[in-house]
């Protein structure tokens, strides 16, 4: 089993990488900028299960998605079976505060990076008899659920990245590839804490991170472009 995850060094990534090495594979590959945080996360998964053989890429993922060359070129392996899509980017501002840039990073990072990795990754994935990608939405971008203010481009980079979860797992049905979305409600991580500090969510980020490596690793089985809710309140 070959998985790579974004959004490794904190929050809701960190936990995910430990759940995965509870379980028996063989790669992970953890992206994010901050190497030093890879670091200690590579050896904490190395306590747990030390036969998971643990790449860092550190670097920015929007800058990585335009050097597709360099990339594969750190990959262990040509055969990918999982790509859990966790890194994101949330301002929260008043619509009329928000500013260009904010706009443009947040679908970048939201929407545009994560289905650009997706099809820089299509040739690895459909060479695995059964693969799965997760992208990880937020009920913030779930259609229906009640919407918080200052959230308004969070909110819709999220529901991009739902939209082409469905739209992939269309156009790739009769490949081996999956695609699904966990919407995710409030969860208790640094990004949480820094931009809704009056907030504090029941749900730890290692609980999170043990359901999302479960549903990684199995969920392909019984969905597929699903845009999955996982909170028990709205919003
Ligand atoms: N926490 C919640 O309540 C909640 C609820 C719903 C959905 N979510 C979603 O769940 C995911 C994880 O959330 P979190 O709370 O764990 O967030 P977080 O604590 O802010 O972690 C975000 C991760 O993304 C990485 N990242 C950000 N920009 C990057 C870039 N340009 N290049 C590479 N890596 C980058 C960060 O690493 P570096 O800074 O080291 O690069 C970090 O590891 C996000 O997609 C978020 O939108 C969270």
């Known amino acids: 089993m070959n998985i ?26 953890l992206i994010s900028r901050n190497a030093d945080a890879l670091k200690k996360l590579k050896a904490e998964c190395n306590e747990i299960n030390k036969e998971v053989n643990i790449t860092i890429i550190s670097g920015d993922l929007t800058v990585m998605t335009k050097k597709a060359d360099l990339f594969y070129e750190r990959l262990p392996f040509n055969q990918l079976d999982i790509l859990i899509n966790n890194a994101g980017y949330l301002v929260r501002k008043p619509f009329k505060e928000m500013t260009d840039a904010d706009i443009i990073h947040m679908f970048d990072m939201n929407a545009v990076t994560p289905s650009i990795f997706v099809r820089m990754l299509l040739n690895y994935l459909m060479v695995s008899p059964s693969s799965h990608v997760v992208n990880i939405g937020s009920m913030a971008g779930f259609q229906g659920n009640s919407k918080l203010p200052g959230l308004s481009y969070y909110s819709a980079s999220k529901a991009a990245l739902a939209s082409i979860t469905e739209c992939l797992a269309i156009e790739y049905k009769d490949t081996t590839v999956h695609f699904n979305c966990l919407a995710l409600g409030a969860v208790q991580t640094e990004m949480l804490k820094e931009v809704f500090p009056e907030y504090k969510s029941a749900i730890s980020s290692l609980e999170i991170g043990k359901y999302i490596a479960e549903f990684a690793l199995n969920g392909h089985k019984y969905f597929n472009g699903r845009i999955i809710p996982v909170a028990t309140s709205n919003p």
């Open 4 to 29: 790579i995850l974004t959004g490794a060094s904190r929050g809701i990534g960190y936990s995910t990488a430990l759940s995965l090495c509870k379980y028996s594979i063989q790669n992970l590959v």
